[in-house]
Structures are given as C-alpha cells and as structure tokens.
C-alpha cells in the first residue's frame, strides 16, 4: 500500500480563553482520504479544536500546518503564526461547514457558490456556474440556482453550504455539528450528502453529535472532554467497545 | 387665455396676490430658490454617505487614538447646532487664516448638466451639511454594521476573501437593507434642514420665500413652501420605499 499523504498535522496544542484551558496539549494529524469524527461533550473543546485548525481562532501553544505549508510554529514560548500570505495559503487547503450555515443571505444559491472561486481564486466565471451546476445535482439541489437562502429548508441550506465549500476544491474539509440546527428529517439529507463524500474518499474532520453517523462514516475517532484526547482508535471500536470509563458514560447518556 | 394669465388670476382671486406679486412670479422665485435646495440636499448625501462609512470604521477601529477621536467628532456634530457650524465654517477662512471671503468665489462650475456658480457661500454650506450629517450617518452604519452577525465575517474569512473584499461584498449589502428605515429619517429631516441655509443668506427656497414675506406682506409664501417641502419628501419617501422594497427579495 502506498504511503499515505499527511494533510493535516496538529502537535502539543494549546487553548485558553482567559483562565479557562479549553485545549490542553491536543495532537492529531488527518491522512489523505481519512474521515475523522469527533465526539465528546458540550464544553470539551470540540469545537475550539475546529475553529483552531480553520484559524478562525489562534493557538496558544503548539504546532499547526498543512501539508508542506507551516502555519504555526512553537518557538518555545508559544505558537508563532505565519505571515498574512501564509494564513491565505493555508486557507486554500480547507473548508468550513458550520453548524448555522453562514450562507450569505443577500446573495442567490447561484451567487454563494461562485463568488469564492471567481472573487477569490480568480476562476473564470462560467468555469464555476458549470462547476456549481454539476455540485448542486449532487446534493439534490437541481434547479435551485436563483433560490436566495431564506426561501430554502435548514438541510437545503447546509447542503448548499457543503457545495460552497466544495468549489474551492479543500484538501480537508471540515464540519462543526453540520446537522445541531436541523430536525431529524431533515438531518436525513445532510448526512446522506457526507456519506457519499466519504465514499468518494474526501478527507474530512466532522465535530458531530450523532453517533451512529459517526461510527458509520469514520474512520478514526476521537473523543475529547475536558480539552484532552480521552480515548481515540477507530470509530466502530471506540463506539462499541469504549476502554475509557468518560467515554462509556458519554456514549450511554448520548443513546 | 394663456395659462399663465389664468394661474395669475387664481392667485388674485383665492390668494390675494395681484399687481407687484403675481403668482406666477412668485412661483417662478421659489422655483429658482427650490433648485438650490436640491442641489444641497443632494451635494450633501452625495458627500456624506461615504464620509459616514469612514467615521463608522475610524469609530469601530482598533487603533484606540482614531476611535476616540472619530467618536469625539461624532459628539461635537450631533453636540452643537448645526446653523452654529454652518456659520462657523463660513467665517473660519477669513477669522483663522485671513483670507478674504470674496476671494473664495470659484466662478461658474458645470457639475453634469447643471450650471452653478460656486461661491463661498453655497461651498461652506455644503461642507457644514457633509460634516454634520456624515456624523448622524455614521452611527447608523455603526449600528448596521455590528448587527451582522459573526459568522457571516467567519464565513468569508474561511472562503478567503480578504477583509475588504469581505466588507464590500458581504457585510455592507446587508447593513444597507437593515438600515434603510433610520436612514430614511434623517434623508427626510436633510430635506427640511436645507432651510438652515438661511443663515448664510444662500438662496434657498426658505431665504427666498422669507425675503417676499417680508416685502411684500404675505403669508401665501410660506403656505407654498410648506406644501413645496411636502411634496419633496413625499418624493424621497416614494424612493426610499421603491429601494426598500428591491431589496425584499432576501430576508435573514
């Protein structure tokens, strides 16, 4: 077997917001293909996890990069940041997929998707609306282009969020409980979209509150509380045969 | 009979206007003064709803000297009466840097289609009205700009665009649809505030109509600028209503 691609390498990280340590030494690498789910409870640093490795907040300490692209370095003293061309780049390896969608409301399902590639990354615009045409038919959203957000369901909306963050063609694409916001029903759909993504072997890192999702879909799991890795392996053994006594409290009070 | 003469005697018969004023002339007097008002009216959001945007972000700026002095100068403009500052910005060439008021007459000025002629007078009043309002605007966009929710910032800084890209494209489409409402308040107040322009003796409508008031002993004047001032802001109400409703297509 070939050599996996490490994507995603994240060492001794460090998180606190004022006198609260959210992230205490937390270290976990993505692999190419891998699907990575994270579980735990509200409060156990899941989510600053996430939002740390989209830069979205800054690490005290450790060490954060993509692929040959450093973004964080330790000098000693605490986690030294890369400069504003190095963030930009760092960026173009990952999506987000928030747990409130964050579309633009302004703009059309259409405008959503092309406007990253085409303001951003300079795409050619009709390049894009072809791309964005072939991305809505695989989330099941033909014919929706010149919908603006607020006139489509919560899961057609995270479905179109998924499809924005899909255009810029991430090498890790993340998701911060993408299905919190939305009822059972509607759950259904979304999860269905990132299970088809898995099967196609997109790497991705999934904050997520439904466990047996989680224990179909990953492959590796990660269950944190307390702003540490309690127990990790892979997803279907960690969920059916927990080593740790947090983890097998959690998961029972989860069912 | 010619129109003019059947408005004259209208103006005889109902408004007791007759030898030295007619109606037609007084009409065509406050039309002249009417003309001017627009244009500061219209100078005046034309210059101030940008400046506004600039205020809002030296306000909402984290380099602490800017903030406070851009909130300082909020203060001072909402803080002290506007006639005060139209007058004080007429007379600073000449009381700070002696330079003579008659000297600042920049002669006539094509602006589009419209000829003026720029003097002083119309040049100070216009600056006073840009700096005054820009002010009020400027908390307005304040208030939009920090109800935008976090995520939406997050969003585009994820997508990686950059933060001026992320403010033009994203953030102030949306705070000009939810400040559409207060904006319209001071957009209908400018139009009336115009008449503050009096005091530089500027010929707008309201100096000319005081000025026939007072020579010609009538009050029809002022009923005809009422209505005149009226129907002005019933037009801006109409295009703030039309504007509004372009962007009902979208709501969050």
Redesign the interface.
Known sequence: MAESKTLLDLKHARKSFGDNEVLKDISLTVEEGEVLAIIGPSGGGKSTLLRCC???ETLDGGTLSYGDCVVASDSGSGAVYGGKDVL?RA??H???V?Q?F?????YTVMKNLI??PV???KVPKDQAVAKAYQLLEKMGLEGKQDM???ELSGGQQQRVAIA?ALM?DPAVLFFDEPTSALDPELTKGVLKVIRDLAEEHMTMVIVTHEMKFARDVADHLIFMDGGVIVEQGPAAEVIDNPQHERTRAFLLSEE | MDIVTLINQFGAAYMGLDGSLTLTTLLMRMGGGLIVTFQIFLITLIGSLPLGVLIALGRMSKIKPLSALMRLYISFMRGTPLMLQLMAIYYIPYYVFGIKLSLLNFGPMDIGPVHVEVGWVMTACCIGFILNYAAYFAEIYRGGIQSI?R??Y????????TSS?TFM??VL??VI?RILPAMGNEVITLVKDTSLAFVLALAEMFTVVKQIVASEVTMVPFILAALFYWLFTILAEFVLGRIEKKLN????
């Open positions: 989209t830069l979205l930009q960026r173009t990952f999506g987000l928030f409130n964050n579309l633009f409301p302004h406007d990253a303001t951003v990354q603006v957000p607020c924005r810029l | 929710a995520g939406q997050e969003a585009a800084e994820v997508l990686g665009y890209q494209k994203i489409p949306q649809k297509y979208y709501h969050d």
